[in-house]
């Protein structure tokens, strides 16, 4: 099984603000959608409810909660109490992502063998959520993507994965 997280980031890490994204870059989210579907998306409790408490279709949405009792009417969304608990559920998935957000991907990053980063060409003010460090000892770069800004994406991008070394 290879974990994979997958997050879009700023030159300061910076994930989002007031449980939101601050950027819209819509080829971002396509190879998002291209990437996860079909696999298991683990995420935290406030990420779930930044996308209004609604599955990511097509994917088995895997959510962490301290809480007893919170649950979901989804089919597709199952509510864990810890990340042991969400890797143990999609186990028999080749490659399930984490999805988010920055406790999430702190907590998950030891586990992960690999990242498939977003780095946009600009610093955001106001974020509150921020991406771990990635250690260059620990992660090699295999592949990038160099996406220009344009008519629909108001900041350029390359798209950067990383294998543990
Ligand atoms: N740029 C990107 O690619 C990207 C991707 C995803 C999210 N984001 C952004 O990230 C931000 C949200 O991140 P966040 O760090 O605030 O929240 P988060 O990681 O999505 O969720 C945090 C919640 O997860 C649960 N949790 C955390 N550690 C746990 C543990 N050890 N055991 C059990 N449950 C645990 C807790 O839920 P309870 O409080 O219910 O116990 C905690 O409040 C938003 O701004 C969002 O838009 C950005």
């Given at each position: ?10 030159q300061k ?45 097509k ?25 042991e ?17 920055a406790?999430?991907y ?60």
């Amino acid at each position: 099984m290879m974990l994979t997280l997958i997050a879009a980031i700023d030159q300061k890490h910076t994930l989002g603000a007031d449980n939101d994204l601050i950027w819209n870059l819509p080829d971002d989210m396509k190879h998002f959608v291209r990437s996860t579907k079909g696999h298991a998306v683990i995420m935290g409790r406030k990420t779930f409810e930044s996308i209004n408490s609604k599955p990511l279709p097509k994917r088995h949405n895997v959510v962490i909660t301290r809480q007893e009792g919170y649950s979901s009417e989804y089919e597709s969304v199952s509510i864990v109490n810890s990340l042991e608990e969400a890797l143990d559920l999609v186990k028999e998935d080749d490659q399930p992502f984490c999805v988010g957000g920055a406790q999430i991907y702190k907590l998950a990053l030891p586990f992960a063998r690999r990242l498939e980063i977003t780095h946009i060409h600009h610093s955001f003010e106001g974020g509150d959520a921020y991406f771990p460090e990635i250690n260059e000892g620990e992660w090699k770069v295999v592949k990038e993507e160099y996406h220009p800004k344009d008519e629909n994406h108001a900041q350029d991008f390359t798209i950067t994965r990383y294998e543990r070394r």
